[in-house]
């Protein structure tokens, strides 16, 4: 098939994934969209600043254990044997490159293997490895993560290194988190890893402040999302009537974004209406924080065993390695 119109195709499939999501999550009681989509090329964008900003210190901490911790990170990924090392939501892959650069030197035998949603962002990564690691082998995959995980299982019988980064496991409740481990744990064979970030319960001014900029960053990306629906989906969000709220709740850990309609309106998305009430909120985002025994709960109850933990240098943030047992 010629490759324009399959990438048409696929686009096409894609847009309509993403409508019937918007449509399922603004007809819901409590509206919701679902913060996957925050990264189209502005997005993605926007949250490299927010990764930048000082009071976002989720990048700085796990930056530190795969900038000063490598090797230990890397002995539990060596047995002699070659293995796919797959990263689920890899973005610009700004903390992993550490660990690529150093298994490259240690001529280790892997083909490194990111997803993302964004093929924005995989363009962006594989450009700047090409040019930091040019005898890296590199697999790019775009979409969904479990549809590529298949994808990989069934094309390579190595084993398998999974890289769940970022905090990103702090992207579901803890309820949609087991269901997700559970998900990777049957696809995964028996031996196989998942090393995968928590961000742990600390002062929770700390934990505001990180969501909470002054700049407003952490804003403008939560809103950014009603402007991709409007371009993308043929929606007419009047974004000037809309405003992001953040909070935190240190005993659950659960820290949520939400929109807050400023008046009582209507929204079209394609041929769909939404009436939205004065302070109405549209859920955007949890960043779940975590104890070690919540950790140590999940892993288990998942199918896996904990074979190591790494902290950064304040002990804010962990990458806990997970073996399928």
């Known amino acids: 098939m010629d490759s324009i119109l399959q990438r048409s195709i696929t686009n096409e499939k894609h847009q309509g994934i993403f409508l ?6 603004l007809s819901k009681p409590q509206k919701k969209l ?13 949250f490299q600043k927010i990764m930048e900003m000082p009071e976002y210190y989720l990048t700085d901490c796990e930056m530190d254990i795969f900038k000063n911790k490598t090797s230990e990170l890397s002995e539990y990924m060596i047995d002699g ?3 796919d090392l797959i990263e689920l939501g890899a973005g610009d892959a700004l903390k992993s490159t550490y660990l690529l650069k150093y298994l490259t030197a240690a001529k ?13 962002i995989l363009s962006v990564l594989d450009r700047n490895l090409k040019k930091e690691l040019p005898d890296l082998d590199i697999k790019l995959l775009e979409g969904d993560y479990f549809k590529m ?3 990989v299982m069934d094309g390579s019988d190595r084993r ?10 702090g992207n579901m409740d803890v309820t949609e988190a087991y269901r997700f481990c559970r998900e990777l744990y049957s696809k995964l064979k028996k031996g196989d890893l998942l090393i995968t970030g928590f961000d742990l319960k600390k002062n929770p001014h700390t934990i505001l402040n990180a969501y909470n900029d002054v700049r407003g960053l952490t804003a ?11 371009r993308e989906l043929d929606a007419d969000f009047d974004i000037s009537k809309f405003q992001h709220y953040q909070n935190y709740d240190p005993i659950s850990g659960a820290c949520k974004s939400y929109l807050v309609s400023l008046v009582n309106q209507t929204v079209n998305v394609s041929e769909h209406q939404f009436l939205f009430n004065e302070h109405e909120l549209i859920d955007m985002e949890i960043s779940q924080k975590y104890e070690q025994k919540d950790i140590d709960a999940l892993a288990s109850k998942s199918g896996f065993k904990i074979i190591g933990q790494i902290a950064d240098s304040k002990n804010w943030f962990v990458d806990s390695v997970w073996q399928a047992v």
């Open 149 to 151: 995980l298949q994808h």
């Open 108 to 120: 280790i035998n892997f083909t490194y293997m990111p997803i993302d949603i964004s093929g924005n």
């Open 220 to 230: 403008s990306f939560n809103l950014n999302l009603l402007a991709r629906i409007n």
């Open 20 to 25: 019937n999501d918007v449509i399922t999550g």
């Open 81 to 83: 044997n070659p293995f």
């Open 160 to 169: 398998k290194i999974l890289l769940f980064l970022g905090g990103n496991i």
């Open 34 to 46: 679902h913060s996957k989509y925050f990264y189209d090329e502005k997005g993605d964008k926007l």
